[in-house]
């Protein structure tokens, strides 16, 4: 069976200079993926790559992405721009900012899902509300009615978790999506993204500077630093094995979120 994603020996460049060098790894469908460093080490722009969102400024210049078999270096920006959403998800890092502040939740809602199929408002909230049901939030028609300023940090970014799910795609990446939140939410969060792999088995990649996130979260971890991938496998391996002295400090400054 093919890899859901299979990213091989890829560089990434900005102006012609590479910032990601012979970065490789697979995600299987299902498979929890977290890929941990700290700021400026690449890992967003991997994630941004593969979505073929890099910018006018920014090419993948050697090495290839394929998403199940799709090369998706070579499809055509129109292609890619319809397979973000149905295929694949995205959670930014703080989705209240990227929310228009002057419409509310359930009307970006419906036009993000109208941007690839045809159905009908009504259709658009009930599925909503189901999958807030199945995160466990009971006020989904409070939340649709509401605007991005008139929720919490954490509810928002809850919201961007329900938006990013409500087509059901196979592979959701999701980019420091906890790292704006206090401690209690983060856990919710991650706990509801888990419950996403349960109950659809979708493939998630999760960009983090916390390893103890990914700790409780990924099937495999990749470690970056400064453009390289340095360390790479099965989650008790990397975090009881480290074999780099900057994973051994990535261990040693840990959140951990206790299960239950």
């Known amino acids: 069976m093919q890899p859901l994603l299979d990213v091989q020996h890829v560089e990434i460049s900005y102006d012609a200079k590479p910032v990601v060098q012979d970065v490789s790894f697979q995600l299987e469908p299902g498979e929890i993926l977290g890929i941990v460093g700290e700021s400026g080490s690449g890992k967003s722009t991997v994630i941004k790559a593969a979505m073929g969102l890099l910018g006018n400024s920014g090419a993948v210049t050697k090495g290839d992405i394929y998403y199940k078999g799709k090369n998706v270096i070579d499809t055509k920006t129109e292609e890619l721009r319809q397979m973000r959403g149905p295929a694949m998800g995205m959670i930014f890092q703080n989705t209240g900012a990227s929310l228009c502040p002057i419409r509310s939740i359930g009307d970006q809602l419906y036009e993000s899902v109208t941007q690839h199929e045809k159905v009908s408002r009504e259709e658009v909230r009930q599925r909503a509300l189901e999958l807030f049901d199945k995160m466990r939030l ?33 592979l959701l990446f999701a980019d420091e999506p906890t790292s704006a939140l206090d401690v209690t ?49 099965k989650t008790r391996d990397i975090i009881h094995h480290p074999e780099k002295e900057y994973t051994k400090k990535l261990i040693g400054a840990v959140l951990r979120i206790n299960r239950g």
Do not use: C, W
């Open 138 to 170: 009971k006020d989904g028609d409070r939340i649709l009615n509401s605007y991005p300023f008139e929720l919490s940090g954490g509810m928002n970014q809850r919201v961007g978790i329900m938006m990013a799910m409500v087509l059901k795609p196979d």
């Open 185 to 233: 939410v983060q856990a919710q969060v991650v706990r509801e993204m888990m419950k996403l792999r349960e109950l659809y088995n979708t493939g998630i990649v999760i960009i983090t500077h916390n390893i103890g996130v990914v700790e409780y979260m990924a099937d495999k971890i990749a470690v970056m630093y400064q453009g390289r991938l340095v360390e790479y496998g």
